[in-house]
């Protein structure tokens, strides 16, 4: 949502397909390895497509099915977070009322809602944290008064220099406030 006092920005939370392909694989190889455990035990193929006559229980099989069910119980946090989309929320730019407000998605229980309000009066600039590398970081931060820093893009896959920079410039104009690069 785009006009002249008011901007909306969504941020996507942990509702991104690489989150949905992961908890699918994770899950389907968790069924694999504790199936192919409890075969081992049973000496009896559970599935046509696992031959477990050859794995011996104590140690290989054992230990399949605790990773399989380690496998199982990590796509299944993987697939509540999805559920809760956690992380997912917006940024609301509002001029007319001169406030900011930051909204994401928790955990359940009592801070399930982020929601932070911010004057425009206490905002002093629009921060970029740029660090290249293994593990690259591209962060755009609202710098408020007091050193504070509030981040306002998504976790996960960082976004390109030029989507960085332009949506930086973007909230900056908006705001009328400086960009700083190296925060």
């Given at each position: 949502?785009?006009?002249?006092?008011?901007?909306?920005?969504?941020?996507?939370?942990?509702?991104?397909?690489?989150?949905?392909?992961?908890?699918?694989l994770?899950?389907?190889?968790?069924?694999?390895?504790?199936?192919?455990?409890?075969?081992?035990?049973?000496?009896?193929?559970?599935?046509?497509?696992?031959?477990?006559?050859?794995?011996?229980?104590?140690?290989?099989?054992?230990?399949?099915?605790?990773?399989?069910?380690l496998?199982?119980?990590?796509?299944f946090?993987?697939?509540?977070?999805?559920?809760?989309?956690?992380?997912?929320?917006?940024?609301?730019?509002?001029?007319?009322?001169?406030?900011?407000?930051?909204?994401?998605?928790?955990?359940?229980?009592?801070?399930?809602?982020?929601?932070?309000?911010?004057?425009?009066?206490?905002?002093?600039?629009?921060?970029?944290?740029?660090?290249?590398?293994?593990?690259?970081?591209?962060?755009?931060?609202?710098?408020?008064?007091g050193?504070?820093?509030?981040?306002?893009?998504?976790?996960?896959?960082?976004?390109?220099?030029?989507?960085?920079?332009?949506?930086?410039?973007?909230?900056?104009?908006?705001?009328?406030?400086?960009?700083?690069?190296?925060?």
């Amino acid at each position: 949502m785009t006009n002249e006092l008011l901007r909306r920005y969504i941020v996507v939370g942990s509702r991104r397909p690489s989150n949905y392909i992961w908890a699918l694989l994770i899950g389907l190889g968790g069924f694999g390895f504790l199936f192919t455990g409890i075969s081992s035990q049973q000496q009896n193929n559970l599935l046509p497509f696992i031959h477990a006559e050859n794995i011996a229980f104590f140690p290989q099989g054992l230990v399949m099915s605790f990773y399989g069910l380690l496998a199982l119980l990590f796509s299944f946090y993987l697939s509540l977070t999805i559920l809760w989309n956690v992380g997912g929320g917006f940024n609301l730019f509002d001029k007319q009322k001169g406030m900011v407000r930051i909204f994401r998605w928790g955990f359940p229980g009592n801070n399930r809602r982020i929601d932070l309000t911010y004057s425009l009066d206490d905002i002093s600039a629009i921060g970029l944290e740029l660090k290249e590398g293994l593990s690259p970081k591209r962060t755009i931060y609202l710098c408020l008064k007091g050193q504070r820093q509030i981040p306002l893009t998504r976790i996960g896959k960082p976004m390109s220099l030029e989507q960085i920079e332009t949506l930086g410039s973007e909230f900056a104009q908006f705001l009328e406030k400086p960009l700083l690069n190296e925060i």
